[in-house]
Every structure is written in C-alpha cells, then in structure tokens.
T-cell receptor, first 112, second 117 residues
C-alpha cells in the first residue's frame, strides 16, 4: 500500500488559513487522495478527496501537486472547532475502495 | 437515519471475560467496516463486510475476535477472553456501493471504548 507522510502536529491562529501538507511520493496513477479528520471523542469524518485536479467543498480545499507526490489540505479560516487530527489517505482505484489505511495524522491545534 | 450507531459507548470488563459490540450502519450502505484505535494512533483496519459476506480480515484480528453481519444490516464484534492489550476504541464505519463511495466517503460511528482491567 502506498504510504503518506504528515507532520505530527501543527498550530494555527483562529480565523487564519491553515495549510496541512501530505507527502505521498509512491502514489500510483489510480490512487485517490482522501482527507479525513477526527474530532476529540468522535470517529473520523470525511473531508475531501481528489485525483489530479484541485478540489473545493464547503469544508476545505485540496491542492494536489502536478506530479501528485504531495497534496495540501487548506482550511480557509480556522475555527476552534477545526482542532482535530487530520488524516491524509490514499485509496485504490475508484471501484476498489475496500479499506482505508490510516497513518498517525496531523494533530491541529487552533489558538484563540 | 441519523448515521452510524455503536453500542455501548463505553465498556469496562475484567480480563478473561467476553465482550460484544454492536454497530448499526446507515441503512442503504452495503459495506461495513471495523477499526480499532489506541491512544495517539490512527485507526487500524480489522475487517469489512459487503452485505453479509466478510470479505477481508486483518492479521490483527486474532482467533479471539469474531465479527458477524448476519442479515447484511447490523454487525457485531465479539472479543473472547479479553486481554489488557485489547483496551482501545473500536470504530465502525459504513459506506455505499463503490460507484457512490467517492461522493460520500466512509461514515464512522462514535466508537465503543473498551477498558480491560
């Protein structure tokens, strides 16, 4: 399985943008890039996913490098409720999303 | 439908006892997954079902662990002869059929926290 590398922790000030990086140098052509986040005492929740192009949704934006060996999750204005562990994950092809393998993720702290 | 439900939320048991957890997925989701999470780590995959068929089991799932999904709806995870190392959060997730997964991803429950004393 292709692996991802993320910083263990990051800090952000409230109402400022946050850029959470992820390296996935061994990504294959059919791997999708997914982001989940886990708030304290809750299960992970889906944030966003992409293949090659940058993606936006109501929660965040995903910027994918041209060579696809790295990506960045962008929270445009961090709030205290965004304090969570963020996981960057690679899945198999679109029709083979059998299981998600989580790494340790990045623990994001938001400072008021 | 309010999402994925797990019961109980917390369980304290003595070493050597058997425990069973229940997961009720989102009703139209045909895939169901079990994960285990210890403090400071990401969730670890244990097993998953498509309808009632158990399609994959991790090597983490020792002989003391068994999971079922008898009618393709709710699932149970049983741990026999619990050990202190089994103390963890047990998470259940569900997802729709593959053609729809990427629109929604997985939906996780809030987990069952097991403490073995």
């Amino acid at each position: 399985d292709a692996k991802t590398t993320q910083p263990n922790s990051m800090e952000s000030n409230e109402e400022e943008p946050v850029h959470l990086p992820c390296n996935h140098s061994t990504i294959s052509g059919t791997d999708y890039i997914h982001w989940y986040r886990q708030l304290p005492s809750q299960g992970p929740e889906y944030v966003i996913h992409g293949l090659t192009s940058n993606v936006n949704n109501r929660m965040a934006s995903l910027a994918i490098a041209e060579d696809r060996k790295s990506s960045t999750l962008i929270l445009h204005r961090a709030t205290l409720r965004d304090a969570a562990v963020y996981y960057c994950i690679l899945s198999l092809s679109k029709t083979s999303y059998d299981k998600v393998i989580f790494g340790p993720g990045t623990s994001l702290s938001v400072i008021p | 439908d309010t999402g994925v439900s797990q019961d109980p939320r917390h369980k304290i048991t003595k070493r050597g006892q058997n425990v069973t957890f229940r997961c009720d997925p989102i009703s139209e989701h045909n895939r169901l997954y079990w994960y285990r999470q210890t403090l400071g780590q990401g969730p670890e995959f244990l097993t998953y079902f498509q309808n009632e068929a158990q399609l994959e089991k991790s090597r983490l799932l020792s002989d003391r662990f068994s999971a079922e999904r008898p009618k393709g709806s709710f699932s149970t995870l049983e741990i026999q002869r619990t050990e202190q190392g089994d103390s963890a959060m047990y998470l259940c997730a569900s997802s729709p059929r593959p053609s729809s997964i990427l629109n929604y991803g997985y939906t996780f429950g809030s987990g069952t926290r097991l403490t073995v004393v």
